[in-house]
């Protein structure tokens, strides 16, 4: 069966809650095809040169669509979407605050920015462009304690990692009956770290509920794509993310390998490694991963 889900504030939220009623109730092997809104959405539909973001409640930004239940699932399952299609609008936005990102000591005022593309490459200016390569900045369940759209966590969130793109598959933690999953806060394209300004973008997703693992338990999102897997933890700085990263990807590690500690920290160290999905400096917190290809064991664990 395919769900579409429209792009209306009533669908639209900025904070996960168990207690939020669901917009829709679906199935494995349903298909959604999710009308995503722009960060600022529920500020403005349509913003323009002159809407900063020092003029809008960090509260509603990254409003994400949902939540959206999973017939029979239950507290301790894990939930695997598959990504199926990522289509932008044809205008996303790019905005700076002053204090914030990687550039806050050279960007003494606010700045909004809108950037066109015609689907497959962006244009910058001045004879420059990207590539169109959309990311879903926002993806997960809802926890059992309430927390704003804008942060990441165990149950994903704002995880702004690149690789959450067409073919992945996101393994998340279900805390709740029925899931309540959500997501949003696609960006048109984003390098390692953000860092800046990302093109924050109006977009059509398509997902499918790939699977449902009962009394599986995982302590976090987990995100697999055709070659490798990737984990994702957040703390108020990169180096204690960095740990905590390479921690969760021991433990995943040990489990799938069998292998002792040092034995994973050489292949951690080898192979595969540690990048930033999430610089911060923005009043919430960096995000770092852990990745490892699946062609290191060749009995087929990973």
């Not at 069998?258 to 995000?287: H, K």
Request: proline fraction near 7%; hydrophobic fraction near 40%; charge should be negative.
């Amino acid at each position: 069966m395919v769900i579409k889900i429209p792009r209306t504030k009533g669908n639209l939220i900025s904070r996960l809650d168990p207690d939020t009623k669901p917009i829709a109730e679906v199935g494995v092997g349903d298909v959604l095809v999710i009308e995503t809104a722009h960060h600022l959405f529920l500020y403005k539909e349509r913003v323009e040169e002159t809407d900063l973001l020092d003029k809008i409640p960090k509260e509603i930004m990254n409003p994400v669509s949902g939540p959206i239940k999973v017939s029979g699932a239950c507290a301790g399952d894990v939930l695997v979407l598959k990504i199926l299609d990522i289509a932008c609008d044809e205008v996303g936005d790019a905005a700076t605050m002053p204090g914030t990102g990687l550039m806050r000591s050279r960007l003494r005022k606010p700045n909004m920015m809108l950037v066109k593309n015609d689907g497959h490459r962006i244009e910058v200016g001045d004879g420059l462009f990207v590539p169109v390569k959309p990311v879903i900045g926002c993806i997960g369940t809802t926890p059992t304690s309430p927390v704003i759209a804008l942060m990441p966590g165990p149950h994903g969130g704002n995880l702004d990692d690149p690789n959450v793109t067409v073919g992945a598959r996101v393994h998340l933690p279900v805390y709740v009956d029925g899931a309540n999953f959500t997501l949003g806060d696609v960006h048109a394209a984003q390098a390692d770290g953000e860092g800046i300004c990302p093109i924050d973008i109006n977009a059509t997703v398509t997902v499918r509920i790939d699977q449902l693992v009962k009394q599986q338990y995982i302590p976090e999102a987990r995100i697999e794509t055709d070659t490798k897997w990737v984990i994702d933890k957040e703390a108020d700085s990169i180096e204690e993310a960095l740990e905590k990263a390479c921690v969760a990807m021991t433990d995943f590690l040990k489990q799938r390998l069998q292998l002792s500690d040092v034995r994973i920290g050489l292949l951690l160290s080898s192979v595969g490694g540690f990048r930033i999905s999430q610089s911060a400096l923005c009043d919430y917190p960096a995000v770092v991963r852990a990745e490892i290809p699946k062609w290191v064991d060749t009995k087929g664990r990973l």
